[in-house]
């Protein structure tokens, strides 16, 4: 039985798995129409020459755009694509010529990938006060931080790597505005996934999440009004060069989402994600991480008492050995807030009660 009132018709667009395929953190499943519309293209490139196969799909890829901006807040001629979601990053970095002294303030969720490009640029980086034991953003003690100092920029994950948890993006960014102080968003884990409608200068992410487009399609939104305007051509490699079919497989992606009702989709996330924790929360010991009602799908458990990274790992081999598809979640992807490994399971909409059973029956028999 699908939890979702989506499941059948999202799993009907898609082929069976050969695999219990809770990762959609790391990748999600394209539907068949995505797979077509990317082959399809490169079919027509091989026919027509890439060139005229460009042209014969520019108001495809206009329309792809132009969805994707509406899911951001912005329009399409503010989106431009890159090939991954840090390939984003750094070109806003390198286009922004930011003084050697700066500082970027960070949730305690903040990616380690994106630290690691903060560092080799030496920034420093400071870290937001949390709201609770989760790892919220204390929105108010950032308010009277702002008072007293300003960094160059704020950057937030909206959703980690490593946790379930949504940051108050939107409230961030207001109170960063009023204090004159530009805001970056990764939306890696969030687009497609929660309202991503937020008014950050910048947000950047990536096609093959929640949003179950294609790999190899990256891409950054910047707000016309941003606090810190930039060239767009500063950032885009060019609007003829690039993966075109991922882009049309992105934007078939994109419309299936809006099609349906992306609130509609973002719902059911989030119920599929507290069904989730329910089921698997004090399984054999594992813990969930995140607050059971927190309305993302992407769900971590912190493993029973003495457990090591190496067990962790061990436990999702085990898994996979079974059929079942997660990730084992290491400290490097949450540096700054993680102590051990934790279990990521990241359903979509097709996940059935039987499937995590049958994983909380593996859990249990793992744990103690």
């Known amino acids: ?18 695999i219990t395929h809770l990762d959609s953190a790391s ?3 394209s539907s068949n129409a995505v797979i077509e519309a990317i082959a399809d293209h490169l079919w027509r490139e091989s ?6 196969a460009l042209d014969d799909v520019y108001n495809e890829l206009l329309d792809g755009r132009n969805g994707l901006a509406a899911l951001l807040g ?8 890159r090939d991954s979601a840090r390939a984003s990053l750094r070109s806003l970095l390198s ?10 303030w960070v949730a305690k969720n903040e990616f380690g990938p994106n630290l690691i490009e903060f560092e080799r640029r030496g920034f420093a980086v400071r870290t937001l006060p949390d709201a609770d034991v989760f790892g919220h953003v204390d929105v108010d003690a950032l308010e009277n931080m702002l008072q007293f100092e300003q960094p160059q920029f704020i950057h937030m994950c909206q959703i980690g790597s490593a946790s379930g948890v949504v940051q108050p993006v939107k409230r961030i960014v207001d109170v960063a505005h009023d204090a004159g102080v530009p805001v970056v968003v990764d939306m890696a884990q969030a687009i497609g996934h929660v309202p991503t409608v937020t008014g950050a200068d910048f947000s950047y992410g990536t096609s ?7 790999r190899g399609v990256g891409f950054v939104a910047v707000q016309e009004k941003s ?32 099609t349906i009702g992306a609130s ?20 054999g010991s594992w813990e969930v991480v995140e607050p059971i009602e927190e309305p993302s799908a992407l769900v971590t458990l912190a493993p029973p008492p003495g457990w090591q990274a190496g067990d962790v790992a061990a436990a999702a081999a085990h898994l996979r050995s079974t059929g079942v598809l997660v990730t084992a979640a290491h400290v490097q992807r949450a540096p700054l807030t993680m102590e051990n490994s934790v279990l990521r399971l990241s359903p979509h909409l097709d996940v059935t009660r039987e499937q995590l059973d049958r994983v909380a029956g593996e859990l249990r028999t793992m744990g103690y």
């Open 47 to 52: 026919k027509r020459g890439s060139y005229v």
């Open 264 to 283: 509609k989709v973002y719902r059911e996330l989030a119920k599929v994600g507290q069904t989730t924790r329910e089921r698997m929360n004090g399984i």
């Open 74 to 81: 912005t329009t399409g001629d503010r989106i431009v694509y």
């Open 95 to 104: 286009a922004w010529n930011l003084p050697i002294a700066t500082t970027v």
């Open 208 to 214: 093959r999440k929640w949003l179950t487009g294609p």
């Open 227 to 258: 606090l810190r305007p930039i060239a767009l051509a500063d950032l885009e490699v060019g609007t003829d060069a690039g993966y075109i079919a991922g882009r049309l497989g992105l934007g078939r992606a994109v419309a299936e989402i809006t």
């Open 27 to 29: 990748a999600g499943r």
């Open 1 to 18: 039985m699908f939890i979702s009132e989506l499941g059948e018709q999202w799993h009907a667009a898609r082929i069976d798995p050969t």
